[in-house]
Nanobody
Framework: QVQLIESGGGLAQAGGSLTLSCAAS????????VGWFRQAPGKEREFVST????????AYGDSVKGRFTISRDNVKNTVDLQMNSLKPEDTAVYYC?????????????????WGQGTQVTVSS
């Protein structure tokens, strides 16, 4: 079992930045492909970004491309999501997800392991 823990959410102003971090409790994320998804109230879960192991390949959803950057710190055993130029429409619960394959994945059903989510609220 893989327990994922997200951190770094909170309140930001439009145009500001936040960094989310995803860690695996009690184990390494080595060899895991990792993704970030988000879900706003009344909306379906949306793909945000994904990164392969060891971090050479990344992909982004169209709505965040050019503003968000995913990376992995293989020493700290985390996957981080740097979010810049935040917009009110980025407001959502952000979820970290992991899969036992080292490749990227953009579909939520390709990830068996999920964190509890962290709230990001962007004010205008």
């Amino acid at each position: 079992q893989v327990q994922l823990i997200e951190s770094g959410g909170g309140l930001a102003q439009a145009g500001g930045s936040l960094t989310l971090s995803c860690a695996a409790s009690g184990r390494t994320l080595r060899m895991f492909g990792v993704g970030w998804f988000r879900q706003a109230p009344g909306k379906e879960r949306e793909f945000v970004s994904t990164i392969s192991w060891p971090g050479v390949k990344t992909a982004y959803g169209d709505s965040v491309k050019g503003r968000f950057t995913i990376s992995r710190d293989n020493v700290k055993n985390t996957v981080d999501l740097q979010m810049n130029s935040l917009k009110p429409e980025d407001t959502a619960v952000y979820y970290c997800a992991a899969r036992t394959y080292s490749t990227m994945a953009t579909m939520s059903d390709e990830y068996p392991y999920w964190g509890q989510g962290t709230q990001v609220t962007v004010s205008s």
